[in-house]
Nanobody, 127 residues
């Protein structure tokens, strides 16, 4: 059974940092593309944050986080990371990781193009 589990969320002050982790299990994710999305509130659209190809050769970021967030992955550990620096109150959301097999028609910013999702981790930034 494939499972993605996020961790590392919490409450930090504006300007602080957090690192989110997404641990995958149930199969090898070495040939999977990864993405991070966030959702400000239930019922709101899930917003693209960052994505990385299976090789790590390409990364993608939302304009709102570019220069502050860094996505990475450790294939041997079946884990993806999101390093978040210079956090702002508007970064407050539930953060979700997602994964999908490499190849095919992948659009990193489209949540519909991911096959597997974690349950989410809350990130709250106080002003």
């Amino acid at each position: 059974q494939v499972q993605l589990v996020e961790s590392g969320g919490g409450l930090v002050q504006a300007g602080g940092s957090l690192t989110l982790s997404c641990a995958a299990s149930g199969r090898s994710f070495s040939m999977y593309n990864w993405g991070w999305f966030r959702q400000e509130a239930p019922g709101k659209e899930r917003e693209f944050v960052a994505a990385i190809t299976w090789s790590g050769g390409s990364t993608y970021y939302a304009d709102s986080v570019k220069g502050r967030f860094t996505i990475s992955r450790a294939s041997a550990k079946n884990t993806a990371y999101l390093q978040m620096n210079s956090l702002k109150p508007e970064d407050t959301a539930v953060y979700y990781c997602a994964a999908t097999p490499a190849g095919g028609m992948w659009s990193p910013r489209d949540p519909e193009k991911y096959d597997y999702w974690g349950q989410g981790t809350q990130v709250t930034i106080s002003s």
